[in-house]
């Protein structure tokens, strides 16, 4: 008798999107959310610390700094490309573009966006009158 497996890495698993309140609490329930996709995926250790610190600092943002979306909610998206895992966070806007900010260690906020910048491989945002969108991408290699 012969075995043979043809499974060449991590089955496939669907990508993931969320519509959540747009509230604080928000950040934890997408946290364990991606947790579980990713455990899914068969990421490491570090790739998921890494992968729930960028996705609560993306949801963390939206709620400090923008309106929710119509309904309001706020929606969390995420997928795997080849050996990256793209997150996207999607909030109602505000008056004034996320961009990464200078801050002091001991200043007790604008720290997201350089934590997004220093984990992401890359990161950018799209807006329209209505909506914008955050976007990271975090290598899983």
């Keep these: 008798m012969t075995m043979t497996s043809s499974h060449a890495g991590p089955a496939p698993v669907d990508p993931v999107a969320l519509a959540l309140p747009f509230a604080p609490e928000s950040a934890a329930v997408a946290r364990h959310r991606l947790r579980d996709w990713l455990d899914a995926l068969g990421a490491g250790l570090d790739q998921l610390d890494d ?48 961009r990464r900010v200078d801050s002091s260690v001991s200043d007790l906020s604008g720290r997201g966006l350089s934590i997004v ?6 990161w950018w945002v799209e807006s329209t009158r209505s909506r914008t969108t955050v976007h990271a991408v975090l290598s899983l290699t």
């Design 51 to 98: 992968a729930r610190l960028l996705v609560s600092e993306l949801v963390g943002n939206a709620v400090r700094h923008a309106r929710p979306l119509a309904d309001d909610t706020l929606q969390v998206a995420f997928d795997r490309h080849e050996s990256a895992l793209a997150i996207a966070v999607t909030d109602g806007g505000s008056v004034t573009a996320p």
């Design 117 to 122: 910048e220093t984990l992401a491989s890359s």
